[in-house]
């Protein structure tokens, strides 16, 4: 017959008589493997305790060993523990088929399945004497652990052992898988508490009873409250839920986000809140979730939303004209300034790039630049716009440009057009730093710059019709920009720069001859550089030419063109030298200040460009952003 399909017992007598195993061998120790056990050990215990429970005579002793079947607990009945010691059984003894051949605890490991050897059934004459029921210890995932038996008396033995120590394995194994289970929902829900804590939104779960089931630590940032003392507790007895929170939770009602006034220990705190009842799924009411944020955060997000900053710098505003030096000047000085900055000019002079560029350069550039026309909006409104408007338990409220502009920039845009009562409000939200949004009482505090225009203010101020005392604080900076008929050989500047920027949107070149140039010069252009960006552009739309002449301009334009003659070569000349002129400041801007780098942006040598910064008296100054 195969040994293979011998019994277990009979498989390893032959094992054993393979080894050349000796019967009289005395028992070996073995290396003890605590590692890991000592918690098993200890609920290996209440098993032990539990098969004594079993029985009114325990005339046995509970034997475990770890994976390497050596003895690490041996505990019961003293009279079989000592008949064991005489043998030479103890802690620490190897029960190895190697060592110790035939038994029931090397056989249910190697086996994976509960064994008994009992008497002559083992193979060495010192286990002869006893009888062994064992059964293996799985780990939660399969892996064998060890073992536990039990050991009697071999005259003494009883089949019911085997069924003991069965139970009392699979007891073992299921308060290891239960263990792992509640460990991994410990290990879950500490992740989820650790996540909850570090995200900006605060939470509140509060109970079907009204009691704070937990909160995080947010929480205790906004409303001021301790988070230890108040787990547990009621909600309306740690910090009472505004009228709009106590009725969603009454009602086991959802309640969408809105701005909300929670008094706190330090005072009202206006909060955005939302409430969403948790249900299982058998539709019972297990509570519901607070959540909380902080009125700054959605500001934050409400600038990014609506666009609220600034693209444009100084290295954006083309112009090299005495009067827009001037103006660059009063701007730079202006950005270094805390006060507010009044701009005055025509329309169409591109007050807000220069809004935009004072901004980018000042101490403010990280925050918001939040733009108003006044002028725009119905007056009756504007007072809702500019400082917002107070929440009810019915509408949510809404915070106005000026809390919106908080750490930044807020242009306004025709403030002439205000009212003398809006003018008031305003004053005093300067001087206070603080608003106080319509229908409310509540301040709101404030920290914003305004730049400003208007139309005629000192005029104003002498008719009456605008403060005196605002129109003083507003223009603590004042830039006037210049009309483009008064900047000369600018508008050639601007001209090629725009036909550039029309080349690279249209993907085709677009230039200007030189009568069209000449022509554009001329022209007074009342609309200033609004109206000659919309004449480029539409000649560029419109036609097919990569160089645009005097006949694709408008005729209103082009009856200000004059015949190039002899006479006008110095003319022609003077605006190719400003066009190289603008070419080499942007190509120095473009390379950061390196000279080299600008050279081969150009396609001259290194001292070709000292030769023209030269001529073209180019400074420092000019290559400032």
Not at 52 to 67: K, M, N, R, T, W
Request: with cysteine; aromatic share 4%; proline share 6%.
């Amino acid at each position: 017959m195969p040994t293979s399909s011998l019994p277990p017992i009979q498989r390893s007598w032959a094992r054993c008589q393979a080894h050349g195993l000796d019967l009289a061998s005395p028992p070996q120790t073995g290396p003890v493997n605590l590692a890991g056990w000592s918690h098993l050990q200890a609920l290996a215990r209440s098993s032990i305790e539990d098969l004594y429970q079993l029985s009114d005579h325990p005339g046995f002793a509970v034997v475990i060993c770890d994976e390497q079947c050596t003895i690490i607990d041996l505990a019961g009945d003293s009279t079989v523990i000592e008949r064991a010691q005489r043998y030479g059984i103890g802690y620490g003894i190897s029960l190895t088929e190697e060592v110790a051949g035939t038994n029931a605890i090397d056989l249910a490991l190697r086996e994976a399945l509960p064994c008994q050897t009992s008497g002559d059934e083992h193979y060495c004459n010192w286990l002869k004497p006893f009888a062994l029921a064992a059964a293996p210890i799985f780990s939660p995932d399969g892996r064998a652990l060890g073992a536990l038996a039990i050991l009697t008396l071999a005259e003494a033995y009883h089949p019911y052992a085997l069924g003991m120590v069965i139970a009392a394995a699979q007891a073992l194994h299921s308060q290891l898988r239960a263990e792992r289970l509640l460990n991994e929902a410990n290990d879950q829900l500490s992740e989820l508490y650790a996540t909850l804590d570090t995200i900006n939104e605060g939470l509140i779960f509060v109970g079907p009873h009204g009691e704070i089931r937990r909160l995080s630590r947010r929480v205790a940032n906004i409303l001021d409250i301790n988070v230890r003392s108040a787990a547990g507790r009621p909600l309306e007895s740690v910090i009472p839920p505004p009228p709009a929170i106590a009725a969603a939770l009454h009602s086991l009602s959802t309640l969408d986000e809105q701005e909300i006034i929670w008094q706190t220990p330090t005072g009202a705190q206006a909060v955005i809140c939302g409430v969403r009842p948790v249900w299982d799924r058998s539709r019972r009411y297990l509570g519901s979730v607070i959540t909380l944020r902080p009125t700054e955060s959605v500001r934050q997000l409400v600038q990014q939303v609506v666009g609220a900053q600034a693209t444009f710098t100084f290295r954006d505003i083309i112009g090299q004209s005495e009067g827009m030096r001037q103006a660059l000047r009063q701007a730079r000085i202006a950005a270094a300034g805390r006060g507010a900055v009044l701009l005055r000019g025509e329309a169409g002079v591109g007050k807000e790039i220069f809004a935009q560029a004072i901004h980018n350069a000042s101490n403010r550039a990280g925050g918001p630049f939040v733009r108003v026309s006044c002028a725009a909006i119905p007056r009756q409104l504007l007072d809702s716009e500019l400082f917002g408007v107070e929440g009810t338990d019915r509408q949510p409220g809404r915070p106005g440009k000026l809390e919106l502009a908080h750490g930044g920039v807020i242009y306004l845009e025709a403030i002439d057009a205000l009212s003398f009562d809006q003018q008031t409000s305003l004053l005093r939200a300067i001087e206070m730093g603080r608003v106080i949004r319509s229908g409310g009482a509540r301040p709101v505090p404030i920290d914003v710059r305004l730049i400003v225009t208007g139309h005629d203010l000192e005029q104003l101020v002498q008719e009456g019709r605008f403060r005196a005392d605002l129109y003083a604080r507003l223009s603590a900076f004042v830039v006037d920009i210049p009309p483009l008929c008064q900047r000369g050989d600018d508008i050639i500047l601007l001209a090629n720069h725009m036909a550039q920027r029309l080349s690279e949107q249209l993907g085709r070149p677009v230039a200007l001859d030189p009568d069209a140039l000449a022509a554009l010069r001329a022209y007074p252009w009342p609309g200033n550089v609004r109206e000659l960006e919309v004449v480029l552009e539409r000649m560029a739309q419109t036609g097919t030419k990569s160089v645009l002449t005097v006949n694709d301009l408008p005729p209103a334009i082009a009856r200000h063109a004059t015949p190039l003659t002899i006479a006008d070569s110095p003319r022609l000349a003077e605006v190719q030298e400003l066009s190289e002129r603008d070419a080499i400041i942007r190509a120095i801007r473009t390379a950061g200040g390196r000279l080299g780098r600008a050279a081969a942006l150009l396609g001259i040598s290194r001292a070709t460009l000292w030769r023209k910064m030269t001529r073209y008296h180019i400074s420092r100054d000019d290559l400032t952003p």
